[in-house]
Nanobody, 123 residues
């Protein structure tokens, strides 16, 4: 079974840092990371950061200069380094990617979301 597994969330004080990880598990042939999203209580899910296959990055205005997306292709993992965290960054963070795997004689590509990891910024 292929899936995305996130880790790295937690409780941090304002001004602190966290690094989130999103790894593909299972027999994944290829991964196309599409971005990190977050959803705060009572709000819609929003795109936080994205990286294209060529390495171009895109950030929400609210996190520019504070968050950095990166990836390790060999590990099929994408990271979100979050610095200078603010209380308004509190949310559940999700990663999103297309995963390609081989099943029953076919190459299959599906859209996957991670289970979410809670980030709480509070003093």
């Amino acid at each position: 079974q292929v899936q995305l597994v996130e880790s790295g969330g937690g409780l941090v004080q304002p001004g602190g840092s966290l690094r989130l990880s999103c790894a593909a598990s299972g027999t994944v042939l290829s991964i196309n990371h599409k971005g990190w999203y977050r959803q705060a209580p009572g709000k819609q899910r929003e795109l936080v950061a994205a990286m294209t296959s060529s390495g171009s990055t895109n950030y929400a205005d609210s996190v520019k200069g504070r968050f950095t997306i990166s990836r390790d292709n060999a590990k099929k993992t994408v990271y979100l380094q979050m610095n200078s965290l603010k209380p308004e960054d509190t949310a559940v963070y999700y990663c999103n990617a297309d995963l390609t795997f081989f099943s029953a004689g076919y190459y299959i590509t599906n859209d996957y979301w991670g289970q979410g990891t809670q980030v709480t910024v509070s003093s």
